[in-house]
């Protein structure tokens, strides 16, 4: 069975960092693409980074490029969003997803970690 968890969300300082963790399991991490998005409240669901299977290609939403890098251990099957520099329109439930190939609608997905960025 295919299932991706996240962990990692919480509260944190605007100017302060995170890191979230997406484990699958039931598929080889490796040979999927794999996506963050974020959803905020009352707002849209975003794509924000995603990663190509077998990491031929990363790519970036304008809004986090320089501040957020996303990767993976395949070791562990497990990847990671690093989040830095983070400011209050980050918050949002996060999520993780994966597929064959990027994109908005991806196959499989998690159910989410929630990051507030608030003083």
């Known amino acids: 069975q295919l299932q991706l968890v996240e962990s990692g969300g919480g509260l944190v300082q605007p100017g302060g960092s995170l890191r979230l963790s997406c484990v699958v399991s039931?598929?080889?991490?490796?040979?999927?693409?794999i996506g963050w998005f974020r959803q905020a409240p009352g707002k849209e669901r975003e794509g924000i980074s995603c990663?190509?299977?077998?990491?031929?290609?990363?790519n970036y939403a304008d809004s986090v490029k320089g501040r957020f890098a996303i990767s993976t251990d395949n070791g562990k099957n497990t990847a990671y969003l690093q989040m830095n520099s983070l400011k209050p329109e980050d918050t949002g439930v996060y999520y993780c997803?994966?597929?064959?190939?990027?994109?908005?609608?991806?196959?499989?997905w998690g159910k989410g970690t929630l990051v507030t960025v608030s003083s």
């Open positions: 039931g598929f080889n991490l490796e040979h999927h693409a």
């Open positions: 990663t190509s299977a077998y990491g031929a290609s990363t």
């Open positions: 997803a994966a597929d064959p190939d990027c994109g908005d609608f991806m196959d499989y």
